[in-house]
């Protein structure tokens, strides 16, 4: 059954986002869009300047949607569907938009982990709106818009027409050293093509693979992940302890993959961006361990995870979505083609050298040792 999909409408303060809301509720050819809307404080300005109310529009008011409203925001989805259901409406695709404060971290780990929500939507993309009149200006205030902009698929360039040609490359450049991954457009008029907002998410079953591997977006990353000197590769021995993890196999004993980490510059150096890709399958174990040590050292750093698996003993691919602590249950695609079997990994981390990332990384090259431990 395929999921609804899901886009996160964020961006700071006065950046554009209701206005490219607004948009696509009248272009007719989006489909029948449910809307969800944050507004910090007690008065929903924000709905009030909608278009298009409709009564799929939910309006939650009691607080930023990032941290005060999260059991407000599964109600709202909650009771989208429960309509649904009931044939009262109709609806191809929801949006949230969030105020201009909002983190866009929890919202993910929401729709994840809420039982029910995680099997009927899908994350189609975090779209971030940016000013270009006072975007410089907001990332280099304060975090919440530089963290949101390294969260984003698709980076909304808004007011583009108000700066000179060269401020707008300038501040475009600097969104995409942020964010390498995500594609950046210019909006009109707060509008932007439907196709360059929608379908850049992490695809669900049904989806294909090179759909999979655009997601990830490996190459984008290549520049910011330089070359290390290789690391040893040691057997890590297989233990007969309990099942866990992502596959379900046999935790290994005695695995160490972070180091400590000393915090980063701030605001723009606090972000880091790696990829890695892996010509050999990968062993289910040694993924589980990985991720497993990786969430448990520096979890609430880990701003995105996105990952293209091939795994040994399985003859199809492997998607899998993290935020900070929370990992998506992988989604295994049933459409592939092709000769190639390579595995694709990017990390967006705050506060996390890039050579600690990339090193990590290396530890998925490690086979184990089929074998068991003493008791």
């Given at each position: 059954?395929?999921?609804?999909?899901?886009?996160?409408?964020?961006?700071?303060?006065?950046?554009?986002?209701t206005t490219?809301?607004?948009?696509?509720?009248?272009?007719?050819?989006?489909?029948?869009?449910?809307?969800?809307?944050?507004e910090f404080g007690d008065v929903g300005l924000d709905h009030d300047l909608i278009i298009e109310t409709t009564e799929e529009t939910v309006l939650l008011s009691s607080g930023c949607i990032c941290c005060t409203v999260r059991g407000d925001l599964v109600q709202a989805l909650e009771g989208l569907f429960e309509k649904r259901s009931a044939g009262k409406l109709d609806f191809d695709r929801i949006v949230i938009e969030t105020t201009g404060l909002a983190d866009p971290a929890p919202i993910l780990h929401t729709l994840i982990v809420t039982p029910g929500l995680g099997m009927a939507l899908r994350m189609d993309g975090v779209i971030t709106v940016c000013d270009a009149v006072?975007?410089?200006?907001?990332?280099?205030?304060?975090?919440?818009?530089?963290?949101?902009?390294?969260?984003?698929?698709?980076?909304?360039?808004?007011?583009?027409?108000?700066?000179?040609p060269a401020q707008a490359e300038r501040?475009?450049?600097?969104?995409?050293?942020?964010?390498?991954?995500?594609?950046?457009?210019?909006?009109?008029?707060?509008?932007?093509?439907?196709?360059?907002?929608?379908?850049?998410?992490?695809?669900?079953?049904?989806g294909a693979l090179p759909e999979a591997e655009a997601w990830v977006n490996t190459p984008a990353y290549a520049l910011s992940s330089l070359p290390l000197a290789p690391l040893a590769k040691p057997l890590v021995p297989l233990s007969t302890g309990p099942t866990h993890g992502l596959f379900g196999l046999a935790q290994a004993k005695g695995a160490s993959l972070m180091a400590t980490i000393a915090p980063a510059a701030r605001h723009d150096d606090r972000i880091a961006s790696v990829s890695m890709v892996f010509d050999?399958?990968?062993?289910?174990?040694?993924?589980?361990?990985w991720m497993e040590t990786l969430i448990a050292a520096r979890g609430p750093d880990i701003l995105r995870l996105k990952a293209v698996i091939w795994a040994d003993g399985f003859d199809t691919p492997f998607v899998i979505h993290g935020v900070q602590h929370i990992i998506d249950p992988p989604i295994r695609l049933a459409r592939w083609s092709g000769e190639d079997r390579k595995s694709r990994v990017v990390i967006i981390g705050?506060?996390?050298?890039?050579?600690?990332?990339?090193?990590?990384?290396?530890?998925?090259?490690?086979?184990?040792?089929?074998?068991?431990?003493?008791?």
């Open positions: 059954m395929s999921r609804i999909p899901l886009t996160l409408i964020t961006g700071y303060l006065g950046a554009g986002k490219l809301l607004n948009a696509l509720l009248r272009d007719a050819s989006a489909g029948r869009i449910a809307v969800v809307v944050n006072n975007g410089p200006a907001t990332l280099d205030a304060g975090f919440e818009s530089v963290q949101q902009v390294a969260m984003a698929d698709v980076l909304v360039l808004s007011k583009a027409d108000l700066v000179t501040f475009r450049a600097r969104l995409g050293a942020l964010a390498p991954g995500a594609r950046i457009i210019t909006a009109t008029r707060g509008a932007v093509p439907l196709t360059d907002l929608f379908g850049h998410g992490a695809p669900d079953m049904n050999d399958t990968i062993h289910p174990m040694m993924l589980d361990i705050r506060d996390l050298p890039r050579d600690v990332l990339l090193e990590s990384l290396e530890v998925l090259k490690t086979r184990p040792m089929m074998q068991s431990l003493p008791t």
